[in-house]
């Protein structure tokens, strides 16, 4: 009877692990963005990417595309770009230096 227990809580404990493993790798995955610079031009992609937006620090908004693909072109200074991807908004901070 204690080796059948003891194999029970094993087998239970590796499980809530894998579970929990699972779980948090899933969380880990949505975002899939990538952000690149190419001159002074900013470029987001993603192919789950619905919309980018790029705001000043003062929260005006610069510019706004749509789709896969998003092109900004930037000057000196620091802007926030905020992506919906997989239907959640991803937040970055962008610093031209």
């Given at each position: ?74 000057n000196r200074g620091t802007y926030r770009l905020y992506a919906k991807v997989n239907g959640e908004t ?8």
């Amino acid at each position: 009877m204690r080796t059948y227990l003891r194999k029970v809580s094993y087998l239970l404990t590796f499980c809530c692990l894998l579970a929990g493993f699972t779980f948090a790798n899933a969380a880990h995955n949505k975002e899939e963005l990538s952000v690149r610079f190419r001159e002074n031009t900013l470029v987001v992609t993603s192919t789950k990417m619905e919309e980018a937006r790029i705001y000043s620090m003062q929260g005006k908004l610069l510019q706004k595309e749509r789709g896969k693909l998003a092109e900004f072109e930037l000057n000196r200074g620091t802007y926030r770009l905020y992506a919906k991807v997989n239907g959640e908004t991803v937040a970055r901070r962008i610093e031209l230096r």
